[in-house]
């Protein structure tokens, strides 16, 4: 069920109101978010929903039998099973196809063809998203750093929290799990913000990512017949179109929990404003960021083996983010493009505070700041060309038809035959901008708080204004509502 | 929660109450007549004599000759590919507000047509459906049309929110030259000369089209008609069922056209056997003289045509049907061009019979008059026995102010301020004998002059034959409000 849809509009006050009547009784209460949760996930394919019951079932008894073993080898092999089933569904589901793809690829390098054909699997829809946060579980315990629940119910409703099941937030255990263990009194303000977060996120989806995403299609798809600037605004685009369709999500997901007294991680905080890919790295995807950071990172030594070793480690910790994203080199690529990066200013942080007082920049002061976010922001754009290209055939043509001038082609004719007519275009230019304007003042400040500051009638004025903005302006109806990005990861 | 659940209901009703009142912005209005209709609200509540149906009953049945000669303020609420599920609702509002005397339903094969409906039939729907209030019966309807999931296109706003710019900017259909209305009946004088052309030889439509055996009405169909009719009953008005004619020979196949034919049939013997009257113009070809060029297209009548059908059916209406008022005073009704006709241009604003008899003889106008029409527009009638090919030359100055965000249409026509069109009344004859409109004896032909101003000056409009040319009118100041 797509949260921008028909049936999540149906289905969401229905579960919130019953969810409320029965919110005093403990186990009535996760039997319904249970239930609630495998109708979200079956209204795409029902089939599916057996992966979630297994994964679940099998970490739930892994994790208690882990928390009673003693024999360290016995507790690796309880683990081990834990990653062989959870990882075996993920590479089973989302990379058979790519190991047999490039397999063949690299005997073709040496000449030889091998007739092997690729598996017809459909990828179910957050494999990626709940099998982490089911191996945080196991992990957590495996390292004596979470105790094993008793309560099953607890478990498999945490593991397929209806709101942040196919595309996250990726919670951990120990900060989602408790939460089903205690019952909530409604609380007025929190369902007003957590509202407000969904409109919020609806707005990101519907009237930023899904118009952009026309353009955006329209060129990426056929690369050969864009040049210069038709490619670089396409790219823009795409970069807001991936923000914006995945924080709405995430947005949504986290408003949705906290109508029902849920705290879900924030999962974005204003990511292009960042300075430099390191920081873009803790504003963007951040529940990812510190999943790969606790569970790959830190077991692969960290920073701790030297200088030589925290590089490498970096380096591959996006090299298997970029493979996460998607089963495909041009995902590999656009991790290493950022692990590289990260390398990179890591290993020149101290030389670059030394070149800023040398030159006497003050790396604090507004045009800095505009000058290293507008640095940060072209590199991860350069990236997201790797990212969206359908091949890596595709994602050079595009760079290379990136560098042709082409700015006699900017006029009223070619802007608006790029897939968006001249109202559609700035529309979304203007709810981008929009977006950077509350971005960069929410940072300060939280926008809720400061509405919450403002008397009744011009609060309910907003509100009204949110919700017909999402009603005109958004993609959806005639137009099938779109697909988040993230499902497919 | 109890505050929240208030809060939100309150909040709930604003946000429909405000959807429902920005629908008007959202409704199409350059799909023609409907939106028209719907500012003539105060004019439905005074009807006595209405026409329902789809399109064929807007180009059929022409308002103006029922006024004329029943003396009945008639109006025809007929809509694009209107299927008889929304002509049900459509009757349910009409009969709300209005003191029908009489009903006339036009039925035909397409009217029924059963949901689900194919995406282009489906559309035109809501340029009724637009136009009902927003009651649990508009609703149920959307449901059985179109579903669940459809039931929030209810709300143009919602349906069309796509198109917004294009709605809310939209320029409404009565500055464009080609439309004109008159109490829901289409008055444009639009003619599709290709298919004059291709169907000019056909003459008369000698097509023999067969009865189908397995095409009955089914039990839906049946109860669908039950249903209208039972609507009438309850309010004690009569309803008599009509069928516009069509062009059958232009029918795209054979099998078509049997299948028009069969359901026209199926129709006739039902409803013959509910009791009910029903006319089938389709069978009366010979008995109006109707030929191709009665026809705008296949499908549907023109102006031309409509005069015929609707001065038969006034005449059947008459006969059958005897009205308490028949008796009274006639209505003054200044917009209607026939009833102008009638009276010899009663409160006109400017009207003269010709003097100079040379030009009468080259152009055969007798006399002319100039007349605002239902919408403010600015119309020419010239009345004689036999009317030539002439042209006709329109100019005039208007307030600069006023001169802002017309149409293209209109705007390329203005220079300097100044107004200027020039343009041949000979359309009509091209390629046959057809010799224009006649009414009560007299050929009159109309001329639309596009002036969307409240206040013109220096108004002039000539008309040339040949080398000949004459000025018929010239006022120098006219107030159109």
């Known amino acids: 069920m797509l949260f921008n849809s028909i049936d999540f509009a149906i289905f969401f006050p229905i579960v919130f109101v019953l969810y409320w009547l029965v919110a005093k009784h403990l186990k009535l209460r996760n039997v319904l978010i249970l239930v609630a949760s495998y109708v979200f996930y079956g209204w795409w394919d029902w089939r599916f929903l057996f992966l979630i019951v297994i994964s679940s079932f099998v970490d739930y008894y892994v994790g208690k039998k882990i928390y009673k073993t003693e024999q360290e080898k016995k507790r690796k092999g309880l683990l081990m099973i834990s990653l062989l089933v959870n990882l075996g569904f993920l590479v089973y589901f989302k990379y058979a196809n790519f190991f047999i793809e490039t397999f063949v690829d690299s005997f073709r390098l040496f000449g030889k063809e091998l007739e092997v054909s690729t598996l017809n699997i459909i990828l179910p829809v957050g494999i990626s998203f709940y099998t982490f946060q089911t191996l945080s579980y196991t992990i957590d315990i495996y390292r004596k750093q979470l105790e094993p629940t008793k309560d099953a119910l607890s478990f498999f409703t945490f593991v397929a929290f209806f709101p942040q099941l196919v595309a996250g937030p990726i919670e951990r255990a120990s900060h989602l799990l408790p939460q089903f263990y205690k019952t909530y009194k409604f609380n007025y303000n929190l369902v007003k913000s957590g509202l407000l977060l969904i409109a919020f996120g609806l707005f990101k989806k519907m009237v930023i990512a899904d118009r952009a995403a026309v353009l955006v299609n329209q060129v990426y798809n056929n690369p050969n017949d864009y040049y210069g600037y038709e490619l670089v605004l396409a790219t823009i685009l795409f970069a807001f179109q991936i923000y914006c369709d995945f924080s709405g999500y995430s947005d949504i997901a986290i408003g949705v929990g906290r109508t029902m007294g849920f705290d879900l991680m924030k999962n974005f905080r204003s990511p292009y404003l960042s300075k430099s890919i390191t920081e873009f790295w803790r504003r963007w995807h951040i529940s990812l960021s510190t999943w790969f950071r606790d569970y790959v990172y830190i077991p692969l030594g960290g920073s701790k083996g030297g200088k030589f070793k925290t590089y490498r480690n970096l380096f591959l910790v996006f090299l298997i983010s970029g493979l996460w994203h998607g089963a495909a080199m041009t995902f590999v690529i656009w991790g290493a493009i950022h692990g590289v990066i990260i390398v990179l200013e890591k290993a020149l942080q101290n030389n670059r505070f030394n070149i800023y007082k040398k030159i006497g920049l003050d790396k604090n002061n507004f045009s800095s700041n505009l000058f290293f976010t507008a640095i940060t922001f072209f590199i991860v754009c350069f990236a997201w060309t790797f990212f969206r290209a359908n091949s890596l055939n595709d994602a050079w043509t595009i760079i290379a038809n990136s560098l042709v001038v082409n700015i006699e082609g900017i006029n009223y004719q070619g802007l608006y035959k790029l897939g968006l007519n001249i109202v559609e275009f700035w529309t979304v230019v203007t709810a981008i901008i929009l977006l950077v304007i509350f971005d960069y003042f929410h940072g300060k400040k939280s926008i809720l708080v400061r509405l919450n500051e403002q008397g009744l009638i011009f609060r309910f004025v907003v509100y009204i204004c949110i919700v017909f903005t999402i009603l005109i302006f958004g993609i959806y109806g005639n137009m099938a509502p779109q697909e988040f990005i993230y499902f497919q990861f | ?481």
């Open chain 2, 1 to 481: 929660m109890i505050k929240f659940i208030l809060k939100s209901l309150v909040f709930i009703i604003v946000i429909f109450l405000l959807i429902n009142t920005s629908d008007s912005l959202f409704i199409n209005k350059q799909r023609g007549f409907e939106w028209l209709s719907a500012t003539e609200v105060k004019e439905r509540n005074k009807v006595e004599l209405a026409f329902f149906g789809s399109s064929h009953s807007y180009c059929t049945y022409d308002p103006r000759v029922f006024e004329d000669k029943l003396n009945l303020n008639t109006f025809n609420f007929g809509g694009a590919s209107q299927n008889l599920y929304v002509t049900e609702s459509v009757i349910k509002q009409a009969i709300k507000t209005a003191k029908i005397k009489l009903a006339v339903v036009d039925v035909f094969s397409v009217s029924l047509y059963e949901p689900p409906l194919t995406m282009d039939n489906a559309s035109h729907q809501f340029r009724s459906i637009d136009y009902l209030d927003l009651t649990k019966d508009k609703i149920s309807l959307m449901n059985t049309l179109f579903g669940r999931d459809s039931i929030l296109h209810v709300f143009p706003t919602i349906r069309d929110h796509a198109v917004w710019y294009d709605r809310v900017f939209q320029q409404p259909n009565v500055l464009k030259e080609k439309d004109s209305y008159y109490n829901g009946f289409i008055t444009n004088t639009y003619f599709d000369k290709n298919f004059w052309r291709k169907n000019v030889k056909v003459r008369k439509d000698k097509i023999s089209p067969k009865l189908v055996p397995n095409i009955q009405l089914s039990n839906s169909q049946k109860k669908l008609i039950d249903n209208i009719i039972k609507l009438f009953e309850e309010q004690k008005i009569p309803v008599l069922f009509v069928s516009a004619p069509v062009f059958n020979k232009a029918q795209i196949t054979e099998e078509n056209a049997n299948k028009y034919y069969t359901y026209q049939v199926r129709l006739a013997e039902y409803l013959k056997g509910k009791g009910y009257n029903f006319i089938d113009y389709n069978n009366l070809w010979d008995e109006l003289n109707l030929h191709v060029f009665d026809f705008r297209e296949k499908s549907h009548l023109n102006f031309s045509g409509a005069l015929k059908v609707s001065s038969h059916l006034a005449d059947y209406i008459s006969k059958h049907y005897n009205f308490k008022d028949g008796g009274q005073k006639l209505r003054e009704y200044p917009e209607n061009v026939y009833y102008l006709l009638k009276t010899n241009y009663s409160n006109t604003l400017f009207n003269a019979k010709i003097k100079d008899k040379k030009f009468t003889k080259l152009t055969g106008i007798e006399d002319i008059a100039l007349y605002k029409d239902k919408y403010g527009r600015l119309e020419l009638i010239m009345r004689g026995e036999e009317i030539k090919k002439i042209k006709i030359k329109v100019t005039y100055e208007m307030p600069t102010y006023q001169a802002r965000n017309l149409p293209t249409s209109i705007a390329k026509k203005i220079k300097n301020g100044k107004y200027n069109n020039q343009k041949e009344l000979s359309n009509l004859k091209e390629g046959s004998t057809f010799t224009g409109l006649r009414y009560n004896d007299k050929e009159f032909k109309i001329f639309t002059i596009d002036c969307p101003f409240s206040e013109i000056n220096d108004l002039r409009i000539n008309v040339v034959k040949n080398s000949y040319s004459k000025e018929l009118i010239s006022i120098d100041n006219l107030k159109l409000n």
